[in-house]
T-cell receptor, first 113, second 113 residues
Framework: DQQVKQNSPSLSVQEGRISILNCDYT??????FLWYKKYPAEGPTFLIS?????DKNEDGRFTVFLNKSAKHLSLHIVPSQPGDSAVYFC????????????FGKGTKLSVKP | DSGVTQTPKHLITATGQRVTLRCSPR?????VYWYQQSLDQGLQFLIH???????AKGNILERFSAQQFPDLHSELNLSSLELGDSALYFC????????????FGPGTRLTVL
């Protein structure tokens, strides 16, 4: 049973436009959420996180939105750049889990010039 | 470069064999996490060590074991290998166990023939 779901395996966006990556979760004990970016042959790289007490966190071109009632979060990238092309993983951590992360299967983002 | 190192980068072995994967965390990080990424799957949490002590277990098979040494490096031991154990194995580290972003190593690609 997948507790963190990324229902879109891939997304293609034009350079300069907005990329929106979505993530749904089922476990109401999750209280911390993270997005990681992964290039081929490399380990995941931390992008941005959000605590469950917030509904938005922004870092440069990256913004994460959290809708707790819908158990949904999204990552917005504005403007998208070709270098953003990678696989994006949504991850969540539950209260008392010592920070152990539960990952979604990822969404492959392609930003076309 | 995340500062987390993993060796070897690639490992090819036969069914029934035993292998050891090694991870050196970032300087100062006390927590080490191990994850497995199989084909078309997200990262699955295996086990977490903090300052030499096991903190949590995830979906780790009984054939797999890990330890963290006094110098904080960690080893993941996989025994009685099966074809299905072929995967990318990632190690991550963080300062503490909770609410800290995890820094991932480049991974070890294990192929069981």
């Amino acid at each position: 049973d997948q507790q963190v779901k990324q229902n879109s395996p891939s997304l293609s966006v034009q350079e300069g436009r907005i990329s929106i990556l979505n993530c749904d979760y089922t476990n109401s004990m999750f209280d911390y959420f993270l997005w990681y970016k992964k290039y081929p042959a490399e380990g995941p790289t931390f992008l941005i996180s959000i605590s469950s007490i917030k509904d938005k966190n922004e870092d440069g071109r990256f913004t994460v939105f959290l809708n707790k009632s819908a158990k949904h979060l999204s990552l917005h990238i504005v403007p998208s750049q070709p270098g953003d092309s990678a696989v994006y993983f949504c991850a969540a951590s539950a209260i008392g889990s010592q920070g152990n992360l539960i990952f979604g299967k990822g969404t492959k983002l392609s930003v076309k010039p | 470069d995340s500062g987390v190192t993993q060796t070897p980068k690639h490992l090819i072995t036969a069914t029934g064999q035993r292998v050891t994967l090694r991870c050196s965390p970032r300087s100062g990080d006390l927590s080490v996490y191990w994850y497995q990424q199989s084909l078309d799957q997200g990262l699955q949490f295996l086990i977490h060590y903090y300052n030499g002590e096991e903190r949590a277990k995830g979906n780790i098979l009984e054939r797999f074991s890990a330890q963290q040494f006094p110098d904080l490096h960690s080893e993941l031991n996989l025994s009685s290998l099966e074809l299905g154990d072929s995967a990318l194995y990632f190690c991550a580290s963080s300062v503490e166990g909770s609410y800290n972003e995890q820094f991932f190593g480049p991974g070890t690609r294990l192929t069981v023939l």
